[in-house]
């Protein structure tokens, strides 16, 4: 199972822009001593230890990760989000699984600009657990939001409501309700001993935390999680209800449930690529705080690969 990430935010940051590569092409030049710029040699190796944050960028579409399962040539995909379009470029398929959390508009915003959907040879399955949601979508696409409507797409579309887990190819997708406004479902992907869930826009209650049957059988020991962490958790509790946890009690529920890799996700558009990494740092130190082992923590950064 291969996990792909192609959009990571929560909403569009302001764009990378001539400002903010200056500063961070000052930043690199600050710390370059002369011996560092000698040969290729010694540059590789300064480049090598510069902070993540200056050697490269999180990214900024919005929430899509995809799902590869070896052997299987049809493509697993949460979200809809500004991140399926970079998908839809680099990654050919004919088949397309999409599974939908909920109906936020920046879940949504990439799919008129999917270019799969306008090839007639293309299959799109869209799955949800909310009634009517083949109507959501539709009116995503209409005027005056849009030029292009769901039916010009040529691509073969159906539309699946979700009442239970669901066989894709070799997988099985099972759903959970998370709490977050107007609702919003994880996704667990089961195959070959491996499990992953996607869990986007979740604000983290106590009864997620519960040793209940059904949280048991979700959560307990799945191999990785990306998991909502948009927040610090002063920033939690100045917004709590707005329907996303702080990395701290990310963390906690990765130990809680004995989880083996955490990776931090639906990062907040006012966060920096200095900051989401500060943040990291801080989840790892925290787990270790704790008293966690074993547990593996990532950033979710556009093009990062997992394989489980």
Not at 46 to 73: E, H, K, Q, R
Not at 118 to 143: C, H, I, K, T
């Amino acid at each position: 199972m291969r996990i792909r990430f192609w959009g990571v935010r929560g909403s569009l940051p302001a764009p990378l822009g001539a400002p903010q590569v200056r500063e961070k092409l000052s930043a690199i030049l600050r710390q370059a001593l002369p011996g560092d710029l000698a040969d290729p040699e010694s540059r590789a190796r300064f480049m090598a230890g510069l902070p993540p944050w200056l050697f490269g960028t999180v990214g900024g579409n919005t929430s899509c990760v995809g799902v590869d399962i070896d052997g299987f040539d049809e493509r697993i995909v949460f979200d809809c989000g500004s991140g399926i379009s970079e998908l839809g470029k680099a990654a050919a398929g004919s088949r397309y699984h999409v599974f939908l959390s909920h109906f936020h508009w920046d879940h949504l915003q990439g799919l008129p600009f999917f270019s799969p959907a306008f090839d007639p040879s293309v299959a799109l399955d869209f799955y949800s657990p909310r009634p009517g949601f083949e109507a959501d979508l539709s009116g995503l696409m209409r005027e005056p939001y849009s030029p292009v409507s769901m039916g010009d797409m040529p691509s073969k579309k159906s539309f699946r409501l979700l009442e239970g887990p669901v066989r894709v190819g070799p997988a099985t997708v099972s759903f959970r309700k998370m709490g977050h406004p107007g609702g919003s479902f994880a996704y667990k992907v089961s195959h070959g001993g491996k499990r992953f869930i996607y869990a986007t826009d979740s604000e983290l209650e106590p009864r997620d935390f519960a040793g209940g049957d059904d949280n048991v059988a979700f959560f307990k020991g799945v191999d990785a999680i990306v998991l909502d962490s948009q927040y610090t958790l002063i920033e939690a509790i100045e917004k709590r209800r707005w329907g996303h946890s702080p990395y701290s009690m990310a963390v906690e529920f990765a130990m809680n449930w004995g989880i083996g890799h955490l990776v931090l996700f639906h990062h907040d558009p006012g966060s920096d690529d200095r900051r989401l990494h500060e943040m990291l740092r801080s989840a790892r130190q925290y787990l270790r705080l704790i008293g966690g082992e074993g547990i593996e923590i990532s950033l979710a950064v556009e093009g990062l690969e997992i394989v489980l």
